[in-house]
């Protein structure tokens, strides 16, 4: 009884009962159906690795003299590579890592900020603590994993170290998804010059420029249109790659499956020393494309990923390898080409066509994934507004950003031309691909010992292991910096830049706010009238705060006579979850008394939420929640009474209180104007409150219909509704400010340089914020302000 009268009073620190995507009790067929789905997102990035691991291992200096032992220890290594890397660290471990059924960096980097006081994206107030712990999932306390949670709490070069380790690996995939389409495509395409020697190399080269183009060209018309096609050609490939191996293994050299003994790689090593350390840079690409499978997480569930690679895609990509080192250790001068070499010449084209189609497969899951991470990144308030296009009604994941796409491409054509060999690229895709699994080793340690609550030794044996591994593999891809290896690093070293001076920026902009507010006792020592005349309408303010008025309103209100009958602050918060259910999304305030109807409206979202491309679902969505929050404070004394302690008054959740309502107030909604709770059903929500509901009426306005035989509801209520919708009824205006941020004279030059140039550059050719969060131009009032930082 009193725990559920305590977890009713604090609704805003109430726990989700959605189940995630991931963890919900699937039957056979559908996690089969997931794990077929998966072949055409997940793995062609894998699958296509045996185009190139053999040409980019035996470069350089050991490509002047390739020896069967060397072929035995190179095959001993893939394997080996193959099965600790992808098996035993991804599919056995990382993948129960997930946020709530997501995967990624960012999963990590949120499941680690909601189990401890790590974040530092824009929570600076006390108010914003409890959005930004906001959980969906309350983790019991154990003694385990405590002192390094407070460690890291207590320090915060310890706090800002991991997040910038997590932007680092955030830069690597963004850079990943430049180098893939280069490498995939240029590897699949040199196979022409396997099948008509006498052609120059150029032509490899041109053919995949153009495909290039047409790869880039079509992400507009979005994955889901051409997703069908994915998934058998990448099994078709995965048969051609095992079948080839099976034959080339019996045909040429059966014996070699005892290369799969560690032995040989001690042997190898032994044999050629300094060499063998630096070809494992080309060991590792055998492994691109694993940090998928736990990155598309969210898109499919644990046990599909888990039975389609362990079932098909490791055997294969083994028997491929095994064919092709048979084949090789009987044809050493064929190493620069040893795949297109070893298929028989009755199946060539086909097998050819088949590794381009796949190349592009596997270009496509990057692209994608990168269009994701940057969408990430600009909810976190790391990159600039951009322009996101959702190509999918139905897939919230599957997006498209213009500009992302068009500078990819530009980069990637770069690359392919710039280069026009596998070996340098392949040099650059090693060290990417090798940083983005240390940094996920490394959060995955933090999440066993603070998040699973094992011991800290155990958490230690899983780093040691793992990163050992990595940091040899990372040792030898950044002995070839000068070969190519630089490019992602200077790739990684922009970016990031990027990302520091913009979210640097935003702070500052963000701590500029907070000290410069107008505290509400000013606001309301003007009176109900706000000292001004009160014109019809609603006037949305647009806030970071969450918390005291904003400096641009109170530049408003000085300088003009006259603002809106209702006044709503709207602040936008991003919380370290994926998703957000829509019954907890809006935290609903009153501001002031009752005579001066103001509210505060606080829209938590998560980092793969997305904001609604239509202007009229949030102006519908945000009337519906103040009208329900207008019912609730005067059905639920103990909201009345709270809200009356301070001036801001109580935030409340809307969408999961309960009581007995007014059941002749009608408000009928529009379109998809609100998202019922998942336990509510339309007829329950109909009885309880006198709501339409949005799913039936479809309205594209908000209308009220208010019994007028009604003698039991509180006349205040009623009068306040009907001022609701008078004021919607007028119209609804946006007032964001319109920020020019300087450094101030007494900064350093650095400091100067890179808030007067690079952030005012970046602010100027972004996005504005009222395009990105679809605010009608029409209804839209900027109030520009000059932000010394």
Request: glycine letters at 8%; aromatic letters at 12%; hydrophobic letters at 45%.
């Amino acid at each position: 009884m009193d725990n559920d009268s305590e977890s009713e009073s604090n609704p805003q620190l109430q726990s989700s009962t959605s189940v995630p995507a991931g963890a919900r009790k699937q039957s056979v067929a559908a996690v089969l159906m997931l794990a077929y789905q998966s072949f055409g997102v997940v793995y062609g990035d894998l699958s296509v690795s045996p185009l190139y691991v053999f040409r980019s291992t035996f470069s350089g200096d050991l490509h002047n003299h390739v020896t069967v032992e060397e072929i035995y220890g190179v095959l001993s290594l893939i394997f080996w590579t193959l099965t600790l890397v992808p098996v035993i660290k991804y599919v056995i471990i990382i993948l129960n890592a997930d946020d709530n059924g997501e995967g990624g960096t960012f999963a990590l980097y949120s499941l680690l900020c909601r189990h401890a006081k790590l974040s530092l994206i824009l929570n600076q107030q006390s108010a914003d603590a409890e959005l930004s712990t906001y959980q969906l999932e309350q983790p019991p306390e154990t003694p385990r994993g405590v002192r390094v949670r407070k460690l890291l709490e207590k320090y915060s070069f310890l706090r800002t170290s991991l997040l910038v380790i997590v932007l680092l690996g955030t830069c690597m995939v963004i850079g990943d998804g430049i180098l893939t389409p280069a490498i995939a495509v240029l590897s699949a395409t040199s196979g022409i010059s396997v099948a008509a020697p006498q052609l120059h190399q150029n032509v490899a080269v041109l053919v995949s420029c153009c495909i290039l183009v047409v790869l880039f060209g079509i992400q507009h018309i979005g994955t889901h249109r051409i997703s069908f096609l994915f998934a058998p050609i990448v099994l078709f490939w995965l048969l051609c790659n095992s079948s080839i191996g099976v034959y080339n293994l019996v045909t040429f050299n059966p014996g070699i499956i005892g290369a799969l003994s560690p032995y040989y790689i001690y042997h190898f090593f032994r044999v050629s020393g300094r060499d063998g350390w630096i070809s494992l840079g080309g060991v590792l690409l055998c492994i691109t494309g694993s940090e998928a499978m736990y990155a598309d997480l969210g898109h499919f569930s644990k046990n599909s990923i888990k039975i389609a690679f362990t079932c098909l895609v490791y055997p294969s990509l083994v028997l491929g390898y095994i064919g092709q080192a048979a084949y090789l250790s009987k044809n050493l001068e064929d190493v620069d080409h040893g795949f297109f070499h070893s298929i028989p010449k009755p199946i060539f084209w086909p097998v050819f066509i088949t590794a381009m189609l796949v190349s592009i497969v596997g270009s496509q899951a990057v692209i994608t994934a990168t269009f994701s991470i940057v969408k990430q990144c600009q909810t976190l308030g790391f990159v600039p507004w951009v322009k996101v296009v959702h190509t999918s009604s139905t897939i919230h994941g599957q997006i498209y950003i213009p500009e992302v796409n068009w500078i990819m491409f530009v980069l990637s054509l770069s690359v392919t031309v710039g280069f026009q060999s596998t070996i340098e690229i392949g040099n650059a895709y090693g060290i990417a691909v090798i940083v983005v699994m240390l940094v996920t080793t490394f959060l995955t340690t933090l999440v066993i010992a603070v998040v699973w609550q094992r011991s800290t030794l155990l958490a230690c044996l899983f780093f040691c292991i793992f990163g050992s591994i990595e940091a040899l593999y990372l040792s030898s891809a950044l002995f070839k910096v000068k070969q190519g290896g630089w490019v992602s690093l200077v790739l990684a070293g922009v970016i990031m830049s990027i990302m520091y001076v913009w979210h640097y920026g935003t702070i500052k902009k963000y701590e500029f706010d907070l000290q410069n507010k107008v505290s509400m006792k000013w606001l309301l020592t003007l009176g109900p009238s706000l000292g001004i005349v009160r014109v019809p309408g609603i006037g949305l303010i647009y806030t970071e705060l969450v918390t005291g008025v904003p400096a641009i309103f109170s530049h408003f209100v000085t300088n003009l006579p006259a603002f809106h009958q209702i006044l709503v602050f709207v602040c936008m918060k991003s919380v370290p979850v994926p998703f957000v259910p829509p019954n907890e999304r809006y935290l609903v305030g009153r501001v002031g008394s009752k005579d001066y109807r103001m509210y505060r409206c606080v829209v938590r979202s998560g980092y793969k939420d997305t904001y609604g491309n239509d202007d009229s679902e949030f102006e519908n969505q945000l009337i519906y929640n103040l009208s329900e929050f207008i019912q609730t404070e005067g059905s639920a004394p103990w909201v009345q009474s709270s809200s009356e302690m301070s001036l801001d008054g109580r935030m409340t959740v809307m969408g999961t209180l309960s009581g007995n309502f007014d059941s002749n107030i009608s408000l009928p909604l529009s379109g998809s104007a609100r998202a019922l709770p998942a336990h509510s059903s339309t007829n329950s929500l109909e009885s309880s409150m006198g709501v339409t509901s949005p799913n039936i009426i479809r309205k594209r306005q908000v209308h009220f219909n208010i019994s007028k035989s009604d003698d039991e509801t509180d006349p205040e209520i009623r009068q306040e509704l009907t001022d609701l919708m008078d004021a919607k009824e007028a119209g609804i205006a946006y007032v964001m400010g319109h920020s020019y941020v300087k450094a101030k004279r007494s900064s350093s030059w650095l400091k100067t340089f890179a808030i007067n140039f690079v952030y005012s550059f970046l602010h100027r050719n972004c996005r504005e914020p009222s395009t990105a969060l679809h605010i009608p131009h029409m209804s839209l009032i900027q109030v520009g302000m000059v932000y010394y930082v």
